[in-house]
């Protein structure tokens, strides 16, 4: 008979770990998550939210091992030992190249944290307990990058993978607001395996599930409005990024490290040189405050990208308004949060009648009321904010013509020192 360890959740009650599950649980890479928090800088608006990416990859372990119960009860799928394990620990591991504080570093330029995976279980204790265990990184890999095309490769990463399931619940209820409550149960129930587009067999939904499903999407729709992009917190994580930024530019931090630390290791090293202020500040809460709150469906239709993903072009342009407004460089912040795929369905249904069709797209929307309105919401969740350190007064109007500019004509602005504020 298998022994199990139970760790007490405050989320999911008990959770059982098996003696390989321990053998991995105990390797100091995983064992570092416990020092990262999983919300970044959130609590400094929600004070519960302290948790903690480990607590997140317990939980992730555990509604991997309860949804393949329910698929192996319901006959759907039997994978066999060796590949539940591979699914358990990828569930388990999904996060073990995750930075400090959240996404924040990712915005800020660095590698996503699922491309650091490889370097954590490739090397170390961590990957001398993995082929002990017969799971070597390489078999690894796929599932947590989302390259896997395996039948329950969606459990890992997909739009029902329990990475969403846990940290939806589990951010709402530290954060102590109603916003992320789902129907796991039912979700999990509800899973099957069917035909994808390209007729190989994947993870799918059985028509039982879609208003658990439509629960979900909502959660996450209210998540992002009120907690992640909270006025607050994308004040902390805009000077969040700027330090760091600065702190690698000036040589007082090396990106690699970075990848390796913990969010209290991390602000101890910034504070250490922090010429900048804004470590200080961060650690004291004194949070750049709003010179410009505006709603995204106040702005154009198509906004230009480059505010949220070219973070160096970003940074330029923030240091130029701050001299425009007369404030000193590196302390004014241009923040316009995007997450295209926020409300994303791709994946197959099955009707009661025993068809399948595909949740994605405009199909999503004859079956899901949600999807037919997942543009306004999104809409609706994202502001464009320009936070500033004193007192400044920006001219809404020219802010909004500039990040509908496409990139190139931002850059030649800058590059031929001419106005970014035009009314």
């Known amino acids: 008979m298998t022994r199990f360890d139970v760790v007490r959740d405050p989320l999911w009650n008990n959770i059982r770990l098996d003696a390989d599950t321990l053998a991995i649980v105990d390797t100091p890479a995983l064992q570092r998550l416990r020092y990262v928090r999983q919300l970044g800088h959130a609590f400094l ?72 995976a490889g370097r954590h279980l490739a090397s170390g204790e961590l990957a001398a307990r993995l082929a002990a265990v017969g799971t070597p990184a390489d078999r690894l890999l796929p599932l947590i990058q989302g390259t896997a095309r395996e039948p329950l490769a969606g459990l890992i990463a997909g739009s029902l993978d329990v990475d969403k399931l846990d940290y939806l619940s589990r951010d709402a209820w530290m954060c102590g607001v109603p ?15 069917a035909s994808g587009p390209d007729g190989r067999p994947t993870l799918a939904l059985h028509e039982k599930g879609l208003a658990a499903l439509e629960s979900l999407l909502f959660a996450k729709y209210q998540m992002y409005r009120n907690v992640y992009w909270h006025h607050a917190v994308r004040s902390a994580t805009a000077m969040f990024k700027r330090l760091v930024r600065r702190a690698i530019a000036g040589g007082g931090l090396a990106a690699d490290g970075v990848a390796l630390a913990t969010d ?36 154009a239709a198509e906004l230009a990208p480059w505010p949220s993903d070219d973070p160096a072009l970003l940074e330029r342009v923030e240091d130029q308004l701050a001299r425009d407004v007369g404030l000193a460089p590196g302390t004014l912040f241009l923040d316009l949060p995007a997450k295209a795929d926020m409300l994303a369905l791709d994946l197959p249904l099955v009707k009661r009648d025993g068809t399948v069709t595909q949740l994605a797209g405009t199909e999503a929307g004859a079956h899901l009321g949600l999807p037919r309105v997942a543009a306004e919401l999104y809409r609706s969740a994202r502001r464009l904010r320009v936070f500033v350190i004193g007192t400044a007064a920006v001219p809404a109007k020219a802010i909004v013509a500039l990040v509908s500019l496409p990139r190139a004509e931002v850059a030649a602005r800058l590059a031929d020192h001419r106005p970014l504020l035009r009314d």
């Open 45 to 116: 608006v929600y004070p519960g939210a302290t948790h903690s990416r480990f607590e997140h990859a317990l939980g992730a372990y555990h509604l991997a091992r309860r949804a393949l119960d329910e698929l192996e009860q319901a006959g759907d799928v039997r994978p066999d030992p060796v590949e539940r394990a591979r699914l358990k620990l990828a569930a388990l591991l999904h996060d073990i190249g995750h930075y400090p504080f959240s996404h924040a570093l990712e915005e800020a330029g660095l590698a996503r944290h699922e491309v650091l």
């Open 179 to 193: 916003y992320g409550v789902i129907d796991v149960d039912r979700l999990l129930g509800s899973l099957t395996v």
């Open 264 to 299: 209290d290791g991390l602000i101890h090293d910034l504070m250490r040189e922090d010429t900048t202020g804004l470590a200080h500040a961060l650690r004291e809460r004194r949070l750049a405050k709003r010179a410009l709150d505006l709603p995204a469906p106040e702005l």
